[in-house]
């Protein structure tokens, strides 16, 4: 039976934190008065329907059920997470929390506050240990990380509770051991926002050249090492002690004006809109953020791809979800082809002609082929222990067109198997219209990697494949089996 979510406020925070939630096979309630919470929380989980399975390399869980209840008490009936996303107002937040905690008895109630301590939000509540920070970015459904926030009242079991939830939809929960206005990320974020405006005020420069100076150079570095990782190494050999000794002293220059806020008037407001205007008005709202996603998706990719940063968390949690979807329905004994894989096509897989190019057609059934070696037991420590599979041969007839966003599935079924050889077939499909756009066959051996040759593969994973092989033997055989280049249909 799925678990429930509840969202408190339908905003873009709000509706991350519902598509977070929903794609990861949760159920969602979402309570907003704004009659216009359906389409602007509808707008939110599309775009996140088309990165967030970017992201993974297992196939995504079945989405969950949205709903939009009508009262509070309503959305949180039944639920067992909750999520308050209303606007920055204590007194509204109060309110909120009374009403949930007349329904909810013991659920965590997370808050998405930018600026509020835990304490503060717990005031006069009924039961202030359900209630905690946890303070996400945007997007919520791509970025992983949540500033979580207890207080001296909160219950440090419902704490781990709900930080085992983030973990399990694909977010880092990062525990602050002591409540301070703002927490951690925006008061940095405060300081470089003030500074900012200054500049723009000053005219020093404009919102362009901030976003330049950002973009092209440290924050491209602050993505992967973040602030003190990036300052260690600018101290060369001698390290941080050395980067401290040379840039202290600055420390007292008058370089910003960090103690000082300028003027937040009508003039300033006019200042920066119309500058960023200039900068970004041709694209929409929607635009900048299927922008923003994309670019995202690249970095936290190519992140990922080197085991670094929040790369880092995007394998942790394939890694939890792995024994879930790499184990069919009925066990090893499914007569079906496995699905191994559901990739969406990136805009690093688009060739000249709009199209997804070959090399990629190849790596998705990679993919395939490496996700069904981890369910046969043939995964990274079974490699690391001098053994795998290597592909000998593969042959690909392409059938169809797959084109930019399109949502792909890999499925694969065994022709022949025995101790030293594995000989498979893949098809791809896109999901919008079920046609099939490649079918890949391929025999692979099992090698000693030590040793340079094939081997018998280790009777545990010989014996799943076996189960594999048993169960597929069942299936219809497919026609482009044994094809070769210029063979006529």
């Known amino acids: 039976m799925a678990r429930k979510a509840s969202i408190i406020g339908g905003g873009v925070i709000g509706g991350g934190w519902a598509a977070r939630f929903l794609l990861n096979g949760w159920d969602v309630s979402v309570f907003d008065p704004d009659p ?18 970017a992201l993974s390399d297992l196939p995504m869980p079945a989405e969950g059920k949205l709903s939009f209840a009508s009262t509070i008490t309503e959305c949180v009936e039944g639920a067992d997470y909750i999520q308050e996303s209303v606007s920055e107002r204590l007194d509204l937040k109060h309110r909120v929390f009374a009403q949930i905690q007349q329904v909810s008895k013991g659920v965590p109630i997370g808050s998405s506050t930018s600026g509020f301590k835990p304490s503060e939000l717990q005031e006069g509540a009924a039961d202030p240990s359900t209630i905690f920070v946890a303070h996400p970015f945007n997007p919520v459904y791509l970025l992983p990380l949540a500033e979580v926030v207890p207080s001296a009242k909160s219950d440090p079991a419902l704490i781990e509770r709900a930080k085992e939830t983030l973990r399990e939809i694909g977010m880092f929960p990062l525990h602050i051991r002591k409540e301070i206005d703002a927490h951690i990320a925006d008061r940095f974020l405060e300081a470089v926002w003030r500074e900012a405006l200054w500049l723009v005020k000053d005219g020093i420069a404009t919102t362009e050249e901030i976003d330049e100076a950002i973009r092209m150079g440290f924050g491209l570095r602050w993505g992967q090492m973040g602030l003190f990782e990036t300052y260690r190494i600018a101290g060369g050999e001698a390290g941080m002690k050395h980067f401290m000794a040379q840039f202290g002293p600055c420390l007292t220059w008058p370089w910003t004006k960090l103690m000082d806020v300028p003027e937040f008037n009508d003039e300033l407001v006019d200042l920066i809109a119309g500058q960023s205007d200039a900068q970004s008005g041709h694209h929409s709202i929607r635009e900048l953020e299927r922008i923003r996603d994309s670019n995202l998706i690249g970095f936290l990719r190519a992140l990922k791809d080197r085991d670094w940063g929040a790369g880092r968390v995007l394998l942790e949690h394939d890694r939890r979800r792995q024994a879930a979807f790499f184990e069919p329905e009925g066990g090893l004994s499914a007569a079906a082809p496995l699905v191994m894989a559901r990739p969406q096509v990136l805009p690093s897989w688009i060739d000249y002609n709009g199209h997804m190019t070959e090399s990629r057609y190849l790596f998705v059934a990679s993919e395939c082929t490496d996700n069904f070696m981890r369910l046969i037991g043939a995964d990274a420590a079974y490699i690391k222990g001098g053994h795998s599979y ?12 797959a084109k930019l966003g399109d949502r792909l599935t890999g499925t694969l079924q065994v022709l022949m198997a025995d101790e030293k050889r594995m000989h498979v077939f893949i098809t791809l499909t896109r999901d919008q219209d079920g ?6 066959e391929q025999m692979l051996l099992h090698v000693d990697m030590a040793a340079g040759r094939v081997c018998p593969a280790a009777p545990e994973v010989h014996a799943r494949l076996q189960a594999v092989a048993r169960a597929h033997a069942t299936l219809p055989r497919p026609d482009a089996v044994g094809r070769h280049v210029g063979q006529r249909t």
């Open 36 to 53: 216009e919470a359906p389409r602007k929380v509808g707008e939110v989980i599309a775009n996140a329907r088309k990165a967030l399975p």
């Open 390 to 401: 290597y592909t000998a041969e593969t042959h690909i007839m392409h059938r169809g067109e």
């Open 435 to 440: 046609s099939t756009v490649a079918t890949l």
